[in-house]
């Protein structure tokens, strides 16, 4: 069958990588794709979000699998367009509708839905601007740290940890009435702060079973030390030593079984990816958030070590047939570094031309995000450049692997953080 990817990054990357390793794809298409995807499969110059435009390719192409990466087709709601559409209708597609898509869409909801369902989370009170002076009363009567959340998509920057009432006031302020993050810092989630260690679970349901994937821990913050501002992501590693049997079950018992029972009763349908990042508290899982996509650069560590054949999962996903399924885990562990454009995520330069890509050493994998191909050349076209994926046995292999492959990689102002992983190894 023919398979499109919807997407640009270096998550579409890694699933062309994955999808194009599968007997079941015959032709792969990714859109818009990047300067990687093009190695794999053919590009398409379109919008995702123009979603008469995905139709046409689908027809055109006669596509009998879309695979939509990002969120924000997702949350402004391809599936319910696809579901509406006679021609559309019968082509399996992986990601909820809009309403299953609020569970990222909107930080209010997914927290009511949480409350709902028993699902352990932190307490949080949601204010807008009409409100800002109980917000900030609020602070006053609340221990720092504490969390402000944009309640909208912000690219997975619209997180702010305070350290103490006057920044947490100020941020609330920026956020309500400077319009920080535009729309969707509309509604300000303000949440206590968990002290604990941060993993993220990646569940693939279709609606009534589930399977879990292999667990990741990120690293969000652009400076070394997890010091910075938030960014979408500047590294990955897999497995994440916190997450034992004894935590994994209590996962899945709190968390995983709450959650689809949840989307059940609450009568919304689900079939594709739910990305659950968790804090552990002295042993004791607690929801963060919902994806309602797998992550980036998440993806990039965790595919490599799935062993089945993707497309059949996907397949057996939109078919409503995955409790005949089962996750091969393959032995080892990956590390994966983002490489990124100097000044990201504030401003930062494009076009410039990238050295070092290849060939690629045995054990790691190159997986690009913002690349375009110019005059032949590839060239820096985003903030997250590349991602570069190391394998290998252990977690300190893994890295090393990955390491080799970044040093061996050059453009202007180039940035990476080099200790990704090592918290973990300590």
């Known amino acids: 069958m023919n398979i499109l990817i919807l997407g640009g990054g270096g998550r579409e990357h890694a699933f062309a990588w994955k999808l194009s390793q599968s007997p079941l794809c015959q032709q792969l298409y990714v859109a818009p794709g990047n300067a990687g995807t093009a190695q794999l499969a053919q590009n398409l110059p379109l919008d995702p ?17 879309v695979v939509v990466g990002p969120e924000a087709p997702l949350v402004a709601g391809i599936r319910d367009f696809f579901e509406q559409d006679a021609q559309l209708r019968p ?232 409790g005949n399924q089962q996750i091969h885990t393959l032995p080892g562990a990956t590390a994966t570094v983002v490489m990124a454009a100097g000044g990201y995520p504030e401003g930062y330069e494009k076009g410039n031309p990238i050295s070092g890509l290849g060939p690629v050493q045995e054990g790691a994998l190159v997986f690009h995000a913002g690349t375009r191909e110019e005059e032949g050349q590839v060239v820096s076209n985003g903030g997250r450049v590349l991602a570069v994926t190391g394998q290998g046995p252990n977690l300190q292999q893994a890295l090393e692997r990955a390491y080799a492959q970044v040093n061996g990689i050059r453009w202007a102002n180039s940035y990476h953080r080099r200790d990704i992983g090592q918290d973990v190894l300590a």
């Open 49 to 65: 979000e123009n979603f008469e435009a995905v139709k046409e390719a689908v027809l055109r192409h006669q596509i009998g699998l």
């Open 91 to 322: 082509i399996p597609l992986i990601g909820p509708g809009r309403l299953g898509a609020q569970l990222e869409g909107s930080k209010d909801f997914s927290k009511a839905f949480m409350l709902r369902h028993r699902i352990p989370t932190a307490a949080a009170r949601t204010f807008t601007k009409d409100y800002l002076q109980e917000g900030l009363a609020y602070l006053t009567d609340e221990p720092m740290p504490i969390v402000l959340k944009a309640d909208g998509l912000a690219a997975g920057k619209g997180v702010v940890i305070c350290q103490t009432e006057e920044e947490a006031r100020q941020v609330l302020q920026q956020m309500l009435v400077e319009d920080k993050f535009g729309k969707a810092g509309a509604k300000v989630l303000v949440e206590q702060f968990l002290d604990g260690t941060e993993l993220s679970v990646f569940v693939l349901t279709d609606g009534k079973d589930y399977l879990i994937l292999p667990e990741a821990k990120d690293y969000k913050r652009i400076g070394e030390g997890d010091t910075g501002p938030n960014t979408g992501g500047m590294g990955a590693v897999s497995p994440v030593s916190i997450a034992d049997k004894a935590f994994m079950d209590k996962v899945e018992e709190q968390v995983v079984k709450r959650t689809i029972a949840g989307l059940q009763q609450d009568g919304i349908p689900f079939q594709g990816f739910l990305f659950i990042g968790l804090m552990k508290v002295k042993g004791e899982p607690f929801v963060i958030e919902y994806n309602v996509r797998m992550g980036d650069p998440e993806t990039q560590a965790v595919l490599p070590r799935v062993g089945n054949d993707l497309a059949e999962l996907f397949l057996a996903t939109a078919q409503g047939r995955l």
